[in-house]
């Protein structure tokens, strides 16, 4: 680089990359790199190479700067990004360019694949489409200048595209996909099914998609789980908020054993009939013996011998016999009992003798 600089040779090609620059979304890290680079440069290629990030940038003074931003970013975990900058030979989206012509009638051959009602551009089999055989067009969505063309024709006729199918378009990698999250930021359903995708880095590559639906049946990524609960996990950590994977709903999991914790309000005293009716029964039940309900009782709390508290603990663990100890005695709300009132006259009333109701 610095070499470069010297000779003033402005028009050399350098390669940036950040190792493990998978974890990272393309906006997030393109961002943080501008924000601690002096100079001003334009991202090229943007792509990621398994676990790395790369992209190119055509000025010697752009690459001197980036250099020194190596460990200027830390990420959430506060860990120190690595920025690396290497000459580099010219991208291959810069060496061949798709021709006009073909960019021409890729673009009407899409226009004819795109759903106005639901803003869906179906994109399967493109390259046997019969448009473009019959025209000798060789289109091949894993070339990073044929999908970088396919994203600009997208971002410039459907820029409200929700929905996109690119099942059965052999793609073993989604490099040129990365720029899916700037050129069609809304799509919320994603089909790639039915391809030759083999690791679930390759989806981190579009990680940046809120996507709601997603199909990966029919590609060799799917067998690589032990079952479904892993998969279905794995996926959810690129897209949380996923609701449906090749047509499947996604519940939200369960969680045994954790209990939602609930507040217990006190019980609201709830009486229809005579006042005199209900002042005999509250004193009925204030001159009950209680204590006779509290001597069958099983609470631990209750037992005095600790020797007999011991045996009728399953696990004989002494603290929660400590800790039992140590709550303060309850009382029972009246108003949390029913009564069932038999017979009511003038100067008669009967009535049950019983607990509160379980």
């Known amino acids: 680089v610095e070499k470069n600089t010297q000779n003033g040779d402005p028009g050399t090609w350098f390669k940036v990359t950040i190792p493990y620059g998978i974890k990272y979304d393309k ?4 961002n943080s790199i501008q924000s601690h680079c002096n100079v001003s440069f334009t991202p090229v290629n943007f792509h990621y190479d398994k676990n790395q990030a790369h992209f190119f940038v055509q000025n010697v003074h752009a690459a001197c700067a980036l250099k020194k931003v190596n460990c200027k970013i830390h990420d959430e975990e506060n860990q120190k990004v690595f920025v690396f900058v290497n000459l580099s030979t010219d991208p291959q989206s ?16 899409m226009n004819k694949r795109y759903d ?13 489409d019969p448009d473009l055989v019959k025209h000798h067009f060789d289109i091949s969505l894993n070339r990073r200048n044929d999908m970088a063309a396919t994203l600009k024709i997208i971002s410039t006729n459907f820029p409200e595209l929700l929905s996109l199918n690119l099942c059965n378009n052999k793609l073993y990698q989604l490099d040129g996909l990365s720029d899916i999250t700037e050129k069609a930021p809304n799509v919320k359903i994603l089909n790639l099914s039915k391809n030759e995708l083999k690791s679930v880095w390759e989806l981190g590559k579009v990680k940046g998609l809120k996507l709601e639906e997603l199909w990966l049946e029919g590609n060799p990524l799917c067998s690589i789980f032990s079952d479904e609960s892993a998969y279905v996990s794995t996926i959810l950590e690129c897209f949380p908020e996923l609701l449906r994977l090749d047509g499947q709903v996604l519940t939200s999991p369960i969680i045994m054993g954790v209990e939602t914790p609930e507040i217990i309000k006190p019980c609201k005293e709830s009486y229809k009939g005579s006042e005199i009716i209900k002042n005999l029964v509250l004193q009925f ?51 949390s009992y029913v009564v069932d009132l038999c017979i009511q006259t003038v100067s008669t009333c ?3 003798q019983s607990g509160p109701e379980s």
């Open 116 to 128: 106005v009602s639901q803003q869906a551009l179906d994109l399967q089999s493109l390259c046997f």
């Open 94 to 109: 810069m060496q061949k360019k798709m021709k006009r012509k073909a960019m021409t009638q890729l673009k009407l051959t």
């Open 27 to 30: 906006t997030w890290i393109l």
């Open 350 to 352: 009967l009535l049950p």
């Open 285 to 335: 039940l204030l001159q009950s013996n209680l204590e006779k309900y509290l001597k069958d009782s099983r609470n631990i709390k209750n037992i005095k011998d600790s020797r007999l508290r011991v045996q009728l603990l399953k696990h004989t663990k002494h603290e929660i016999v400590d800790f039992l100890s140590a709550l303060p005695r309850t009382q029972h709300d009246l108003n």
